[in-house]
Structures are given as C-alpha cells and as structure tokens.
C-alpha cells in the first residue's frame, strides 16, 4: 500500500480525544483505529501484535540477525486534537505543488498563503495533502502512524533488511495529556525509541518546556446590584485584576523560541465564583518555578487586599524537559541526525514549544527524542502534510536501523 493511500485510510476515523472525558481511553471511537492497526500489523507479519484494556497498541518485528545492536522503538499517538472536529474529514491532495496560494474553502475563504505559511516556500513539488476547511485533517498524528507502518511494510517485503528487534507502539489520548498514563516501559522493551511527530523531517526535538498548570478560583461576594455598594465583591472583576499582574509579555503571543509564558485558555465564571485555567511554560526550570511563584505572590497579594480567602490556587506539575535525562544518552539523538544527513537533508535540533509522549516516557526510563512527520498548523483547518516528506522520514528511519546493526 502506498503512504498516501494508507494514511488517507487512517485520517477516515475519527479519533477526537475529549479531556474532560473520565473514561480510558478518553472517547472509545480511538479503539477502532486501534483495532484496524493490530490487523494490519498481523498482516504484516507482526504476531503479536494486540490493543491492551487502555486502548495501546502494542507490536514487535522480531530480529533476524542475531540481536545485533539496540532494541529501537516507534511511537506514535492515534488521537486528533479536541480543538477542531476530526469527523468526516475530506482531505485535498494537490499532486506537484507549485508554491502558490492553495484555496481550502472558497466560501469560508480560508487559504493556505505561503507569505503568511512561509514554510510553503520550501515544498515546492511536494505532493501535499490538505483539509477542505471544515475540519482539521489528522496529520497530528496519524503521518507518524503512516510512517511507521510504511516502515513494517518495508521490512516485510524485503526479508533481506538486516535489523535487532523493533517495538512499535501507538498511544492514545496524547492531545489530552493522557498519553502514557498506562504505558508499559518493561513491556515495550526497547532500549530507546522515537515519537513519530511533529513537522520539519530534518529536526530531531529533544528538549521541550517545563509544564506546568495552575487553577485559580475566584470567590466573590455577589449581592443585589441595587443595593451592592460596598458589599459587593464580583469574582470576574477580580479575575482580570489577577491577570493583569502576571506580566504582560509573557503570554504566547509575544513569545517565541526558549521564552516561556503564561496562557490563560479558560476562564468561566460569575459575579460569585470564577474560574481560571492556565498553562505556565519554560525551558528554565529555575524561571518557571519562578513563573509559578509569580501565581503564589499575586494570591497572597489579593488575599490581603480584600481581606478575606478570595482566592484558591491549585499549580501541578505537567511534565519536564527531557533534556534532562537525554543528555547522558545524545548518541540516540546523533544516531537520528546521521541517518538524516545521509539523505541529503540538513539535521538541526529545536526546542520544543510544548511536549510530546516521549517526555513522560524518558523520565519513566525510555530515553525518547522526537522526529518530524512533515506536517504543520496542526489542530486546525490551515492542517497539512507533505506526503514527499513523509516517503523520505520512512527512509530515513529504515537508516536508522540499518546503521543500528553494523
């Protein structure tokens, strides 16, 4: 099967996670793209390939050499993002992109401009696949999928590919932040692996923010406007005050790069009680702490100034920057960029703006940096994927294996 065909295939399910679901996997739809992907692991030769009770995919590509070199590992997530429907997707494929304005919806007047998607300027003759503007399109992260199956079909076909065992995975509930909550480290069994997600194909991500998220509740004091001077305290006035004291340029739209920031992504509330939620975001472990104190101050701050327990704050940890634990093991990280180089392609490392699974899975003891899928604007309708892209990212993982074993 062809990549293109395959993950045309994989975006036809609708995988939208849902976090405010209580269920594992967040929403059972994922159990179905889960199911397809253990048959066709099976008809590729992968027996035992299954779906654990936590909706994973496990599978493993027995050795043929000996068990020469490292047990490498793929992952890749089957959930789309809850930001914008993953039904009934009706992806466009434009064959030879010639570097002008792609139209996805004439009537919603949505369109893909390389002057605002500069990266466009770089995929000229890409065979490219789109949305049609209603939905997002799924590449996050069913290219990853595609890829790596792309890969078990290869290896299928040509028995003669000499490699050391290789553990596949595909995860839900990764747009949730749920994605290795029940992952089996001892299980999967590989001494490293890669996540199959994100964009530019010559990047190899091994560092990401320190995350962090915080809650604050407001409490007001909500009494009949008509007789409110001096009683009335409304939580949502209160709410802006609390916001306008973190400060101003750190938020994500003034940010870019190692800078962190502070996203408030909701906010819900009334004259009696509102409710804040945001993500705090760095690189620098020591300054994001000092994000999260900025939070403590301000509470304390408001507290006294009203003269009451105004407001709750609730700050947890979300995850770490790998880079930590990755930094005794750099050889996964060169061994990746080696095998992009030997494609002609440049490698470069970028620090992650978020996290992906692999995160949680390094600090659990499975050193995971992350590779592109030639995807980019997830989440959204502006979503598309480079299938040329994807073609070399599975050459350039069957490299990695190669040069595993000699």
């Known amino acids: 099967m062809e990549i293109k065909e395959r993950f045309l295939k994989y975006v036809?399910?609708?995988?939208?996670?849902?976090?405010?679901?209580?269920?594992?996997?967040?929403?059972?739809?994922?159990?179905?793209?889960?199911?397809?992907?253990?048959?066709?692991?099976?008809?590729?030769?992968?027996?035992?390939?299954?779906?654990?009770?936590?909706?994973?995919?496990?599978?493993?590509?027995?050795?043929?050499?000996?068990?020469?070199?490292n047990v490498i590992g793929f992952i890749a997530h089957m959930d789309t993002s809850p930001d914008a429907s993953g039904k009934d997707i009706q992806a466009q494929v434009i064959e030879d992109y010639d570097g002008n304005i792609i139209t996805l919806n004439?009537?919603?007047?949505?369109?893909?401009?390389?002057?605002?998607?500069?990266?466009?300027?770089?995929?000229?003759?890409?065979?490219?696949?789109?949305?049609?503007?209603?939905?997002?399109?799924?590449?996050?992260?069913k290219a990853g999928i595609a890829i790596i199956m792309q890969m078990v079909e290869y290896i299928h076909d040509h028995p003669e590919f000499k490699h050391n065992d290789i553990q596949i995975s595909f995860t839900p509930d990764e747009e949730v932040g749920r994605g290795t909550d029940h992952f089996d480290v001892k299980r999967f069994n590989a001494d490293y692996a890669y996540t199959?997600?994100?964009?530019?194909?010559?990047?190899?991500?091994?560092?990401?923010?320190?995350g962090f998220s915080a809650v604050v509740t407001i409490h007001g004091k909500s009494i009949h406007p008509g007789s409110a001077k001096g009683k009335m305290i409304n939580s949502i006035h209160v709410s802006q005050e609390f916001d306008s004291l973190l400060p101003v340029h750190a938020r994500p739209e003034s940010t870019e790069g190692y800078e962190g920031f502070n996203h408030l992504h909701t906010i819900n509330g009334s004259c009696?009680?509102?409710?804040?939620?945001?993500?705090?975001?760095?690189?620098?472990?020591a300054l994001v702490k000092k994000q999260c104190q900025d939070f403590r101050d301000i509470q304390e701050f408001l507290n006294k100034k009203y003269g009451y327990h105004i407001i709750d704050l609730d700050i947890q940890e979300s995850y770490l920057n790998m880079?930590?634990?990755?930094?005794?093991?750099?050889?996964?990280?060169?061994?990746?960029?080696?095998a992009i180089e030997q494609g002609g392609i440049v490698a470069t490392s970028t620090a992650i703006r978020g996290g992906t699974d692999g995160v949680r899975l390094t600090f659990a003891g499975l050193p995971c940096p992350n590779i592109g899928t030639g995807g980019y604007n997830y989440h959204g309708p502006f979503e598309y994927v480079s299938v040329t892209a994807m073609k070399q990212q599975v050459e350039m993982i069957l490299r990695i294996l190669e040069n595993n074993v000699k």
């Open 12 to 69: 036809s399910f609708d995988t939208q996670s849902d976090d405010n679901s209580t269920t594992t996997p967040s929403t059972l739809k994922q159990l179905e793209l889960g199911k397809y992907l253990v048959e066709e692991l099976k008809s590729l030769g992968v027996e035992n390939a299954e779906l654990d009770e936590y909706g994973i995919v496990y599978g493993t590509i027995p050795a043929n050499n000996d068990h020469q070199g």
């Open 272 to 285: 009696e009680q509102t409710t804040m939620e945001y993500i705090i975001r760095n690189h620098d472990l």
């Open 323 to 338: 880079k930590e634990a990755i930094k005794d093991h750099m050889y996964i990280v060169d061994r990746a960029k080696e």
């Open 196 to 210: 199959v997600d994100g964009g530019d194909i010559g990047d190899v991500e091994y560092e990401n923010f320190n």
């Open 106 to 141: 004439k009537d919603k007047e949505l369109y893909l401009d390389p002057e605002e998607y500069p990266v466009l300027s770089t995929l000229v003759h890409h065979e490219l696949i789109t949305t049609d503007g209603t939905t997002l399109l799924g590449a996050d992260d």
